[in-house]
């Protein structure tokens, strides 16, 4: 018995598995080995919470959906047309309802829209065909909401070449509230400082509680992609559950909160996320994710204010997040927030790739380059390893033919045939394992590396060289997986043909069968694995010829 392309075989195997897994978590699905998401509590028992508006978010945020408020009992709000205000800064374009002060609208002017360059990537959006806002207002009482016009006070709208840029709102006195809401943008940053300042106007003291909620439909932009998949939902953070992510479809007309002293909420999508940060505050947080009607999905966080006496106010601070996962940006802006670019369980070893990665493309000025020198580094970095693994290989290469004699001579003997092939190991010094380690060491870091590639915003648009314009994109012209495949074939020749006529004719089906998914994957990604295939075949041909081993073996 093939003792060696045996394990091989398992590695292969459970690398497969491992991929598989990844993804199941990257979709917010159970994982093989019950890795499920910790499901977010619901709360039946907010009936006897010490705090009767506090117990009563649940129910009041369940219509908390465009054109539908979540009015306390025996409150009305006339509904007046909603005026929208237009505000230009160096890196967003969006638009302000007068409803709420809820930003309706926020393109990227330095991204473009997937599959057409000649529009910018919109992420907030409501209209007949797409809902994506974001929200915020009281509860606790009938306080001003998402659904209460707001007057926009006299100032700028267009940030020009000034730093940054402050645009307010402000409500009616409702309930004896007054809600002042400012956005302050600020120039090179797609995190938007917002400031809520409740003036307490009436003639008896209150405890309001601010929510902020992010409200979508089921659209996934990432659709249509083929062989690869990313997440797309929701994802909550605090200090003693960590990052979590949750599938749209998971979600309930019954709310799931989930109480904590911290944390935060996104909405994410391949590339790009949104997400409410409330800034450091006294007083508890409560999340929740609740289905809405209309095919509608609210993702928030309800913050307990203090309590505030007749004339006094209060002011909560918290960040708005639009835009791009870049690294730069993620940093710094909330406890855990760069894990919204999720690298899954390779995250300790992705971080310090891509981070190589970029060093690279601040020398080099190209992506795609990048791509092809950190591959390098890496095939250099492993060579030793490498080397062991080849050598392996070229000695059962060497003793290839006499295998097949062997397994001729004791075809009707198993027993017979396994102990001479051990005395020919022992004869030959080879170990039919001695290959084995090399790659389970190196399957972690190539694994990383392909979910930096996947993951990274920097290669949208980013072009490489000719025909590749957008290293995110699928090759146009298929020339980067037809290459690959030729690679991939010339590696099978290079390695030694298994005895066993049915794993041989295996090992030549594989390659075929796998560059079908390389030709809808991210010509970065293709570029990836073609750079290692073609540094794969010099480093074996030269082993080969090294120890004096037939270059080519012979398809069977």
């Known amino acids: 018995m093939d003792y060696r392309r045996s394990i091989l075989w398992v590695i292969f195997t459970v690398s497969v598995i491992f991929l598989y897994n990844s993804w199941l978590r990257s979709e917010g699905k159970s994982g093989l080995f019950g890795e499920a998401a910790r499901p977010v509590a619901s709360a039946p028992g907010h009936a006897a919470a010490p705090n009767a508006a506090a117990s009563a978010v649940p129910s009041a945020l369940a219509a908390a959906s465009p054109g539908t408020p979540p009015l306390a009992p025996g409150h009305a709000q006339a509904q007046q047309p909603a005026t929208v205000t237009v505000v230009h800064t160096d890196l967003l374009d969006l638009k302000i309802s007068s409803r709420g002060a809820s930003v309706v609208y926020a393109a990227l002017r330095h991204y473009t829209a997937q599959g057409d360059s000649s529009k910018p990537m919109v992420l907030f959006e409501d209209n007949g065909h797409r809902t994506y806002v974001a929200q915020s207002g009281l509860i606790g009482g009938s306080f001003p909401n998402h659904e209460t016009p707001m007057s926009l006070l006299p100032g700028p709208l267009d940030m020009g070449d000034a730093k940054e840029l402050t645009v307010r709102f402000r409500s009616p006195v409702v309930g004896g509230l007054q809600l002042t809401r400012s956005y302050t943008f600020h120039r090179g940053s797609y995190a938007v400082d917002v400031r809520d300042t409740v003036h307490n106007l009436g003639t008896t003291a209150v405890q309001p509680q601010l929510y902020m909620q992010l409200v979508r439909d089921d659209h996934n932009p990432s659709e249509g992609t083929h062989f690869y998949h990313t997440f797309y939902g929701a994802a909550l953070y605090d200090a003693s559950s960590k990052f979590e992510k949750f599938e749209f479809k998971d979600f309930h007309t019954q ?28 007083g508890a947080r ?22 505030l006496a007749p004339g006094a106010q209060e002011q909560a601070h918290q960040v708005l997040f639009i835009g791009p996962e870049l690294q730069s940006q993620l940093q710094g802006l909330a406890p855990g927030f760069d894990l919204v670019r999720d690298y899954g ?38 060579f030793p390893l490498t080397a062991a693994s080849y050598r392996s290989m070229a000695r059962m290469k060497a003793v290839g033919p006499r295998l097949t004699a062997l397994r001729e001579r004791h075809k009707d003997d198993p027993q017979a045939m396994n102990a001479a092939m051990v005395e020919m190991y022992r004869k030959e010094k080879i170990n039919p394992l001695g ?9 972690p870091v190539f694994i990383a590396l392909y979910w930096v590639l996947l993951s990274s915003v920097e290669l949208r648009g980013a072009p490489w060289l000719g025909w590749i314009h957008d290293l995110s994109a699928k090759d146009p012209y298929y020339v980067l997986p037809l290459v690959m495949t030729a690679t991939s074939f010339l590696q099978v020749k290079l390695n030694p043909t298994p005895p066993d006529p049915m794993q041989a004719r295996l090992m030549w089906i594989m390659p075929l069968a796998f560059s079908v998914m390389f030709f809808f994957f991210p010509s970065g990604l293709v570029l990836y694995w073609l750079t290692n295939n073609i540094f794969s075949i010099a480093q074996q041909w030269f082993i080969n010829r090294k120890m004096g081993v037939p270059e080519f073996s012979s398809a069977k």
């Not at 904590?260 to 409410?276: E, I, K, N, P, S």
């Not at 809405?292 to 309800?302: E, N, P, R």
């Not at 990665?357 to 020398?363: M, N, S």
């Not at 290959?435 to 399957?443: A, D, E, K, N």
């Open 255 to 282: 709310a799931k909160t989930r109480h904590a002293d911290d944390g935060w909420v996104a909405v994410l999508q391949q590339y790009f996320a949104t997400a409410w940060l409330p800034q450091p505050y006294q």
């Open 286 to 307: 409560e999340f929740y994710m609740r289905k809405l009607s209309d095919g509608l999905y609210a993702t928030g966080v309800l913050v307990h204010l203090p309590r």
């Open 435 to 443: 290959g084995c380690l090399p790659v389970v060491i190196q399957i």
């Open 345 to 382: 369980w390779v995250t300790i070893i992705a971080k310090p790739l891509f981070w190589v990665l970029e060093q690279i493309e601040r020398v080099l000025g190209n992506w795609g380059w990048s791509i092809i020198g950190l591959t390098i580094l890496l095939k250099l970095a492993f």
